[in-house]
Nanobody, 113 residues
Framework: QVQLVESGGGLVQAGGSLRLSCAAS?????MGWYRQSPGKARELVAT???????NYADSVKGRFSISGDNAKNTVYLQMNSLKPEDTAVYYC??????????WGRGTQVTVSS
């Protein structure tokens, strides 16, 4: 089992910033953030590997930045220039080929216009 503890999120006005954190009970292999809005499928936001390779959804490129602290098994998602369409529940994900996928409980991000 891999436990994930998420923090951050909340309510912010459009154009504002938020930072999400996710601490894992196991070393980072690949971690990242996904989000889900009502009536929509869960979608990739950004991922990062232990080697620092990142991947972003086109919709967040240039606005969001993912980083990782391997010593703390923690990843961060800095979200800038937030838009109302970024409103969603954001889920932390931990992944390895050996152990599979683990998910956090989710944290709500609401961007008001």
């Amino acid at each position: 089992q891999v436990q994930l503890v998420e923090s951050g999120g909340g309510l912010v006005q459009a154009g504002g910033s938020l930072r999400l954190s996710c601490a894992a009970s196991k070393s980072i292999i690949t971690m990242g953030w996904y989000r889900q809005s009502p009536g929509k499928a869960r979608e990739l936001v950004a991922t990062i590997t232990s080697g620092g390779i990142t991947n972003y959804a086109d919709s967040v490129k240039g606005r969001f930045s993912i980083s990782g602290d391997n010593a703390k098994n923690t990843v961060y998602l800095q979200m800038n220039s937030l838009k109302p369409e970024d409103t969603a529940v954001y889920y932390c994900n931990w992944r390895s080929q050996l152990r599979g996928d683990y998910w956090g409980r989710g944290t709500q991000v609401t961007v008001s216009s």
